[in-house]
């Protein structure tokens, strides 16, 4: 059964500050890995979706790699701005379904 | 979220009454799930459908039930809500195992 990890809970970074957020996850034999983002009171908003076959994403200052013999994915945020501050989730599919399974999330507060 | 809309988005309702929480969606994809939000527990999955009339269980299914009569509608219903059912639910969809997830903007239902 696929169990997702995120570590640590809860961060806080000064603005302009260059970051990772780490996510962990159980079942390598992953198809991708989805990372999201929440802001207080709202609905998901996806950042980026790496398929098994790839190693990283980016779009904008975001970039996320995916290590599948590690059980690994980690989001890079560069130089953090306080509109990045909210909650952040990654997900994989539980293996061989369609069934997203979640870590539950790293809340990031970035200060000016 | 574009293509995805959940109604009602707030909804105050009595122990021991049935709630029905609509999940529609315009971009045709197969799949269609329902999860719940509480602090502590991150989101977990309700049901989901792979097709018109297909349903499964998730993790937390007990108290609920969904239908799908036609691929752009997903009903999740609380046969007898409780208490313990106030949480924040959202709707999700995909295309399949390697396409990522949409999610709606979510129903608060407090039960009181």
């Known amino acids: 059964k696929q169990e997702v990890t995120q570590i640590p809970a809860a961060l806080s970074v000064p603005e302009g500050e260059n970051l990772v957020l780490n996510c962990s996850f159980t079942d390598s034999a992953i198809y991708n890995l989805q990372w999201f983002r929440q802001d207080p009171g709202k609905g998901l908003t996806s950042l980026l979706l790496?398929?098994?076959?790839?190693r990283e994403q980016t779009s904008g200052r975001l970039n996320a790699s995916l290590d599948k013999s590690s059980g690994r994915s980690t989001l890079y945020i560069a130089a953090s701005q306080p509109g990045d501050s909210a909650t952040y989730l990654c997900?994989?599919?539980?293996?061989?379904?369609?069934?997203?399974?979640f870590g539950k999330g790293t809340k990031l507060t970035v200060n000016p | 979220d574009a293509g995805i809309t959940q109604s009602p988005r707030h909804k105050v309702t009595e122990t021991g009454t049935p709630v029905t929480l609509r999940c529609h969606q315009t971009?045709?994809?197969?799949?269609m799930y329902w999860y719940r939000q509480d602090p502590g527990h991150g989101l977990r999955l309700i049901h989901y459908s792979y097709g018109v009339k297909d349903t499964d269980k998730g993790e937390v299914s007990d108290g609920y039930s969904v239908s799908r009569s036609k691929t752009e509608d997903f009903l999740l219903t609380l046969e007898s809500a409780t208490s313990s059912q106030t949480s924040v639910y959202f709707c999700?969809?995909?295309?399949?195992?390697?396409?990522?997830?949409?999610f709606g903007s979510g129903t608060r239902l407090t039960v009181v």
């Open positions: 790496i398929q098994s076959s790839q």
């Open positions: 971009e045709n994809h197969r799949y």
């Open positions: 997900a994989s599919p539980q293996g061989g379904s369609e069934k997203l399974v």
């Open positions: 999700a969809i995909s295309e399949g195992q390697y396409a990522g997830y949409t």
